[in-house]
C-alpha cells in the first residue's frame, strides 16, 4: 500500500479534531446545530494553522445527512458528529461536483476562474449546498474578486462560499465585510508536542518527548509543518524517532553543540569559541542556520530563566543582539561564515577596551579610536566582497593597525598579502567612503610579528593558542571557497 503522508492522516475528520482552534470550532458547532451557518466565510490565518481543513469540514457538514436530521429535530450536535463521515453524503464528499476547491496562487487564467465562479448560478447536481473552497483569495485577479463580490452580495440558493487567505490585509474591505470572519489562531508549540506524542502512539512509532517538542517549536504555529517535519522523521528512523534523529534529518544543530558555543561566549573564552564554531561549521551546517539556531536557543534560555531567580539577561541580550547584527550582515553577503566567527569572538572579547599588544608594530598615526576602525573595516570587508569575492582572502590577513577618523593603517604579516591589497586598495577606499560616510585613505605597513587579524588584542597564552583555532576555522573556509 501507498504511503499516505501523515499530514494527510493528520488531517480533521471532525470539528472536535481541530486542534488548537477551539475557538473556532465551539462557535461553528453552535452555528451547525442551530442552523445558523452563513453563505460566505472569510478563513484568515498563517499557514497550517487549519483553515482549508475546517473549510471542507463545514462544507461537508452542510451537506451530512445527519447532521441535517438533527438539525430538523432540534437535537444539539457534539463537534465530533460534525460532519458525521457515515452517511453518502460524507462518503462521497470528496468525489462531489458539488464541491470546487481551487488556489488563487496556481495562476489559473481568469477565464478558468471566472468559469468556475459561473457555475455558483446552477443548481447543485447531487448535494444540498454547493460548496467554492477558494485559498489565497488575495491572489485573485480585480476581475475575479469581482464576480466573488457579486455573488456573496446576491447569493444564488444553496451556495456556499469558503474564502481563505494568509494575508487580510490584501482582501478588499467590500470582500471582508460581507463575510463571516473566522480568525485562526497561531497553534501553541504546547498543543503541537502532545498531539505529536499521540499520532506517533496510534503509528506505534516510540517518539521521545524532547524530539516532539523540538519539532513543535521548529513548526511555529504550523500544524501543517509539524506533520511534514515528522513525517521525514518517521520516513528516516526505524520505529524510534529522538532528538538527535530530529537534528540529523532536518538539519539542525544539536543543543549541546549550541550551548557549547553559548558557555564560552559566556566565559570569554575565545579559544573554546573558536573550537566549538569551527566544530559546528565542520559538521557542514550552513553559517546562517547556526546563526538563526542560537538566536533561538538564546531566546530559550531567557525564558527559561524568567521561571527562576536568576535575572542576569543583560549579558544574553548582548549576546542576541550581537547575533542579529551578524544575521543582518549575513545576508547576501560571500562570508557568512566568517562574520558568524567574528561576531561570537567580539561577544567574547574582555570586557576592557582592546589594548594593543606592545610588539605589535607602532603605526605611523595616532591609533586613538581602533574599534571604530575595526567596524568600518569590516563593513567595508562585508560590502566590497559583493563586488569581488577575492577580497575576501586578502582583508582576512589585514590587521587595522592605526585608526584616526580619516586614516586607516592596515598591517599584514607578508609582503605578498600587502601587494596584493594595494591592487585593490581603490576598491577597497571607495568601499570604506561609502560606509564611513567620508573618505577613508588607507596606508599599509607589513610587519611579521603581526598576529592573525582576529588576534589582535589577545594577551598571550591565549593568542598562541587561538592561532591554532583560527588556522583551522580559516583552512576549513578556504576548502569551501576553492569547492
Ligand atoms: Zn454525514
Known sequence: MAYEALYTRGRPKTLSHLIGQEHISNALARAVSSGRL????????????????????????????????????NRPLEKKEIPCNKCDACKNFDSSPDNVEFDAASNRSVEDVTRL????????LRSRVKTFIIDEIHMLSTEAINSILKLIEEPPPNVAFFLATTEINKVPMTIRSRCQV????????????????????????????????KIARLAEGSMRDALTYLDQCYAMANEEITLDNVNETLGLISDESLDEIISAVKAKDRVAVGRAITKALRSGLAAN???????????????????????????????IDGLRAASGEMYGSGIPDIILEMALMKLAAPVQSFVMPQRVATPSTPSDNLDEGW??????LSLS??????????????????????EMTLGFRGGGAAGLFKSKQQLFEQAAAQTAGRAIKVSVVVDKNLPPSVLRNM?????????????????????KIND
Open 289 to 319: 542556520a547556526i546563526n538563526e539556531s542560537l538566536i533561538t536557543r538564546l531566546r530559550d534560555i531567557e525564558f527559561d530563566m524568567l521561571g527562576t531567580d536568576d535575572r542576569n539577561f543583560s549579558e544574553l541580550d548582548k549576546m
Open 375 to 380: 567596524k568600518i573595516f569590516y563593513d567595508t
Open 385 to 406: 566582497s559583493k563586488q569581488d569575492n577575492t577580497l575576501t582572502r586578502i582583508f582576512d590577513k589585514a590587521t587595522v593597525v592605526g585608526f584616526t577618523g580619516n
Open 117 to 124: 465562479l459561473s457555475t455558483a448560478y446552477l443548481a447543485p
Open 459 to 479: 594577551p598571550e597564552p591565549e593568542r598562541t593558542n587561538l592561532a591554532s583555532a583560527i588556522d583551522i576555522v580559516q583552512a576549513s573556509d578556504a576548502t
Open 182 to 213: 473566522l480568525n485562526f489562531r497561531l497553534i501553541p508549540q504546547q498543543t503541537i508536542a502532545p498531539y505529536l506524542l499521540k499520532l506517533a502512539g496510534r503509528l506505534n512509532v516510540t517518539l521521545h518527548e524532547d524530539a516532539a517538542k
Open 38 to 73: 452563513s453563505h460566505a466565510y472569510l478563513l484568515v490565518g498563517t499557514r497550517g494553522t487549519g483553515k482549508t481543513s475546517t473549510a471542507r469540514l463545514l462544507a461537508k457538514a452542510m451537506n451530512c445527512d445527519r447532521v441535517h436530521e438533527a438539525q430538523g429535530s
